[in-house]
T-cell receptor
């Protein structure tokens, strides 16, 4: 299984809502990532988990809260978002860099988020 | 701070022609990746380049890496319409386990 799955595919939420994005992989990868991608722009890294511990937070606002319950799952909890947070949210996974030649990241299909 | 620059950012070409996309990066790195993205879709891994002089080929696409020049190229041979997409290079920020992406090259291949 070389797939990263994400749910939901699409999400529309108001600025007062609380919602969660989910990501799952069964490739045995121990690093997982959240990216945000605006239209016609490259992905921007938000968070990195390595061995279920948060290793990188790219100064993301606290209205985004990541969680890694186990080595296969990654969540992104959303609360009090702004319209400018509307974007494609991509999850990725890889082997951790240390000691691994490639550490290629496999990307999920993404969740298209619209904040009204 | 690692910066990655691609050029051109937009490329419109005819089927059957050859062209090259360039990816320059600002600091030492030993890993470079090329991804393809179709509109509204996720990123598909094309190539992983791990060492100076590395060359990888898949169909009409060939990627190379010159770590001394901090330059990677993605060469398209005899383009076909199906190759229309946005192509990103991404460089591994050494020691930080993060990828820094170039701006992307939006490639349109016309019949």
């Amino acid at each position: 299984d070389t797939e990263v799955t994400q749910t939901p595919k699409h999400l529309v939420m108001g600025m007062t809502n609380k919602k969660s994005l989910k990501c799952e992989q069964h490739m045995g990868h121990r690093a997982m990532y959240w990216y945000k991608q605006k239209a016609k722009k490259p992905p921007e890294l938000m968070f990195v988990y390595s061995y279920e511990k948060l290793s990188i937070n790219e100064s993301v606002p606290s209205r985004f809260s990541p969680e890694c319950p186990n080595s296969s799952l990654l969540n992104l909890h959303l609360h009090a978002l702004q319209p400018e947070d509307s974007a494609l949210y991509l999850c990725a996974s890889s082997q951790p860099r240390q000691g691994v030649a490639s550490a290629k990241q496999f990307f999920g299909p993404g969740t298209r988020l619209t904040v009204l | 701070e690692l910066k990655v620059e691609q050029n051109p950012l937009f490329l419109s070409m005819q089927e059957g022609k050859n062209y090259t996309i360039y990816c320059n990066y600002s600091t030492t790195s030993d890993r470079l990746y090329w991804y393809r993205q179709d509109p509204g879709k996720s990123l598909e891994s094309l190539f992983v380049l791990l060492s100076n002089g590395a060359v990888k080929q898949e169909g009409r696409l060939m990627a190379s890496l010159d770590t001394k020049a901090r330059l990677s190229t993605l060469h398209i041979t005899a383009a076909v319409h199906d190759l229309s997409a946005t192509y990103f290079c991404a460089v591994d920020s050494q020691g930080a386990q993060k990828l820094v992406f170039g701006q992307g090259t939006r490639l349109t291949i016309n019949p």
